[in-house]
Structures are given as structure tokens and as C-alpha cells.
T-cell receptor
Framework: QQQVKQSPQSLIVQKGGISIINCAYE??????FPWYQQFPGKGPALLIAIRPDVSEKKEGRFTISFNKSAKQFSLHIMDSQPGDSATYFCAASPGDQLIWGAGTKLIIKP | ETGVTQTPRHLVMGMTNKKSLKCEQH?????MYWYKQSAKKPLELMFV???????ENNSVPSRFSPECPNSSHLFLHLHTLQPEDSALYLC???????????????FGPGTRLTVL
């Protein structure tokens, strides 16, 4: 199965809170899991990525948690800020292409 | 100009019109992509070019016709489109083909297309 299922579709979080976006996949051949961030009027841009040999990767306030046995991975945004308001896409790759989730529109309320 | 640029940014066309979308990458990459972005849907990969050769066509209707005259430029020629083709069309490039960890895709800002 080549799909990547992303949830929730939209998310509202208070400033300073934790934003959590989840993705699930079926294909065990996937070996690279990036998250892209898209602001209005811009194209998606790589935010953070992980390979399945680690369970967590942290870059500043952004953390990917990866559960290989459950075939799930999630993005956590700590201390969420209004500037984090954007659409977030998870993706997965077996090497030859990216398979995209449907996106999560995140709004951080001041 | 830096990164990936796309023109026009907005396009409104009738179903009988012919128009073209242009993409230019200033990154020295070898692979270029056209994606369709519709609300609440995953990005749909339409076409992939590597070193100016088309390597993938994901069952895209023939009313969309890509052209890659050199490794820096990519066009999407549009004719007799349908209202359901209205979407954001994104161009991306990467150093080489593939979606792996050493092959980050860089996106342009997109062309917002409305078909009346």
C-alpha cells in the first residue's frame, strides 16, 4: 500500500502549547520520512526528516517521533508560536519517490 | 533569482484556452517535477524529468503536456482544461531522481490556476 494517512486535517493550538500531527503508513519498504512546512503563497519546504533506524529526532522546537512496529510517525511542535501557523505535510519514501500525506492546517492562536 | 521560480503566479483561463506554466530552477539540479495540489488531498505527482528526459507520467490526462528544454526550465502546457483542473500547480527540483534522504525537493511558490 503506497498511502500515507495524516491526521488531523486541521488543528488549533494556543500559543505556547504543543502541536501534534500524526501519520501512518503500510509499506515496510519506506525508509525515509520527511515533514514539509508550507506557508500561504509559498511552496512546501523541508522542515525535518527521520530514517527508521532512530526513534526520535529533534531540531529546536520540532521533534519527530517514529514507531517502526506501529508504522506511525508524528511531528511535535513544542512551545508553538503564531509563526508556526502553516500547513504541514508528512511524506514517506521507498527511495524512488515521495508519497505524501494530505496535509494538516495548523493555526496557533495568540 | 534564487531557488525555484514559477510564472505566472495566478492564471484564470476558459476551457477552450491554451496557456503555459513556466518553472525555472537556479540550483543546478538534475531532476524536476510537476505536482498538483488540491485542498485536503495529498500532493499529486504529475510528471518527473531527469536530465531533460521524462521518466514518469502518472496517468495525467493529455490536456496537460510537459516540456523540459534544458535542466533548468520546465513548462506545463495546458489546453481544453476542465473546471476540476483548478488547483495550485507546484514545480519542484532535486539534485537527482528519487525521494531519499540525500535528495531534498525544493519547491517553487506555485501557480494558482482557475478554469472557468
Amino acid at each position: 500500500q503506497q498511502q500515507v494517512k495524516q491526521s488531523p486535517q486541521s488543528l488549533i493550538v494556543q500559543k505556547g502549547g504543543i502541536s501534534i500531527i500524526n501519520c501512518a503508513y503500510e509499506n515496510t519498504a519506506f525508509d525515509y520520512f520527511p515533514w514539509y512546512q508550507q506557508f500561504p503563497g509559498k511552496g512546501p519546504a523541508l522542515l525535518i526528516a527521520i530514517r527508521p533506524d532512530v526513534s526520535e529526532k529533534k531540531e529546536g522546537r520540532f521533534t519527530i517521533s517514529f514507531n517502526k512496529s506501529a508504522k506511525q510517525f508524528s511531528l511535535h511542535i513544542m512551545d508553538s508560536q503564531p509563526g508556526d501557523s502553516a500547513t504541514y505535510f508528512c511524506a514517506a519514501s521507498p527511495g524512488d519517490q515521495l508519497i505524501w500525506g494530505a496535509g494538516t492546517k495548523l493555526i496557533i492562536k495568540p | 533569482e534564487t531557488g525555484v521560480t514559477q510564472t505566472p503566479r495566478h492564471l484564470v483561463m476558459g476551457m477552450t484556452n491554451k496557456k503555459s506554466l513556466k518553472c525555472e530552477q537556479h540550483l543546478g539540479h538534475n531532476a524536476m517535477y510537476w505536482y498538483k495540489q488540491s485542498a485536503k488531498k495529498p500532493l499529486e505527482l504529475m510528471f518527473v524529468y531527469s536530465l531533460e528526459e521524462r521518466v514518469e507520467n502518472n496517468s495525467v490526462p493529455s490536456r496537460f503536456s510537459p516540456e523540459c528544454p534544458n535542466s533548468s526550465h520546465l513548462f506545463l502546457h495546458l489546453h481544453t482544461l476542465q473546471p476540476e483542473d483548478s488547483a495550485l500547480y507546484l514545480c519542484a527540483s532535486s539534485q537527482d531522481l528519487g525521494g531519499g534522504s540525500y535528495n531534498e525537493q525544493f519547491f517553487g511558490p506555485g501557480t494558482r490556476l482557475t478554469v472557468l
